[in-house]
């Protein structure tokens, strides 16, 4: 089977079959009580733009017909957090009556997104993010911190839509496998890959998206020893209210663990949740999977032009950066597990921060708009997209 006859099948089996991966504890929605999507309406009021064409983001042609789209929950049926609270730990919080964890304390290897504003760091845990998929927050000004647990992919947003702030919540629909927001102003759909909304009146506005980090608690904390953690709910209070409903303090989901039930690895060897970093440049897309890159340390690439580093940082999480630095084209190696190196100058891996040499006056630019994410989420958005070490299998 070749990749485009792969991701055809996954996508379909993905939209249906994965369904019952977000839905809520005593509300499972089976095959039975899917909504219908053949009679849905598209609700767009988008103009055409002045020579007459439909808008377009990328190869989407907008707006995307709910047609299009996989609706196995109801609108907010997934609690997005609106009035989020941090504290330096969860040490102190109760757990549930029926919680079968030992301890709320938050274990050094869970797995959390990280954001910065300055000298401010905050951590946002999957623990959470795997019930809610949206926080609604203020850092460095409004902000949507999102995760589709399908397609293991984080994106944090602005959340100010033609100059007014607005609030994002989970429509029950996935469009690509991938999670699709609404936001309440307006009521349009947004792709959350995409950052931009397919359908509804604010068709083809594109939010501008906030760096951020996939790492885990204990390199996050680490690095940033004065960081915020987002509190659970109900502490933190949801769309739905201050409830309490799930239970935090033990995984929701093993990361490592197939989700798709009938697909093994396709011709490149990657199985839908294998983890990868993808770089986009031009008309050219990367994929570079976790395990190649680790096996090999760290890779100097080229990407539609873009030359590339690719490595692990601390936290195990991969991280991209070009190699370009004052116009000159550098190669580099490791130095230990925490830097790289070119020359005489030394990078901090995790955030490409100068740390000393001739050329440390200058960070290392991000390559890759996206942390990393699984194989699933990638190649739905670039079918197309070559994968590092293929010609080596």
């Not at 792969?6 to 929605?29: E, M, Q």
């Not at 299009?68 to 049926?77: F, G, I, N, Q, V």
């Not at 790492?215 to 309490?244: F, K």
């Not at 050329?359 to 996206?370: F, M, S």
Request: with cysteine; charged share 20%; proline share 8%.
């Amino acid at each position: 089977m070749d990749r485009r006859d792969y991701l055809a099948r996954l996508a379909g089996v993905a939209g249906v079959g994965l369904a019952g991966c977000v839905t809520l504890p005593g509300s499972r929605v089976t095959g039975d009580d899917l909504p219908s999507v053949r009679n849905a309406t598209t609700s767009n009021t988008s103009s055409p733009r002045p020579d007459g064409r439909l808008p377009r983001r990328g190869e989407v042609t907008l707006p995307v017909s709910r047609r299009e789209m996989r609706s196995p929950l109801t609108r907010d049926h997934i609690p997005a957090i609106v009035d989020p609270v941090f504290g330096d730990d969860w040490d102190g919080l109760s757990l549930p009556d029926d919680s079968r964890a030992e301890s709320t304390t938050l274990p050094g290897d869970a797995p959390v997104i990280g954001l910065t504003d300055g000298d401010r760091a905050r951590a946002y845990p999957l623990r959470i993010l795997d019930w809610h998929e949206i926080v609604n927050d203020t850092f460095g000004g409004p902000i949507a911190v999102t995760y589709c647990v399908l397609c293991g992919s984080s994106v944090v947003v602005d959340r100010v839509v033609g100059g007014s702030t607005t609030t994002f919540g989970v429509s029950g629909y996935l469009w690509r496998s991938d999670l699709v927001l609404y936001d309440r102003a307006t009521e349009s759909l947004w792709s959350q890959l995409l950052a931009t909304a397919i359908n509804g009146p604010l068709t083809g506005t594109e939010l501008t998206i906030r760096p951020s980090s996939l790492t885990t608690w204990g390199a996050w904390s680490a690095e940033h020893p004065e960081t915020d953690v987002l509190l659970p709910p109900p502490q933190s209070n949801t769309i739905r209210g201050r409830e309490a409903t799930f239970d935090y303090f033990i995984p929701k989901y093993r990361r490592d663990s197939p989700s798709v039930i009938g697909f093994g690895t396709d011709s490149n060897g990657l199985h839908p949740r294998s983890l990868v970093l993808g770089v986009a440049h031009g008309d050219a897309a990367r994929a570079y999977p976790f395990e190649t890159i680790r096996r090999e340390g760290v890779v100097d690439d080229d990407v539609g032009g873009l030359p590339v580093v690719v490595t692990v940082a601390p936290g195990n999480t991969l991280v991209a950066y070009e190699r370009r630095v004052e116009r000159q084209t550098l190669h580099f190696s490791a130095d230990g597990p925490s830097r790289l190196s070119a020359g005489a100058t030394r990078w901090q891996r995790s955030t490409g921060a100068g740390v000393s040499g001739p050329q440390a006056t200058h960070d290392l630019t991000r390559a890759n708009d996206h942390p990393p994410m699984f194989w699933l989420g990638w190649s739905g958005f670039y079918p197309e997209t070559s994968v590092y070490g293929e010609d080596a299998n």
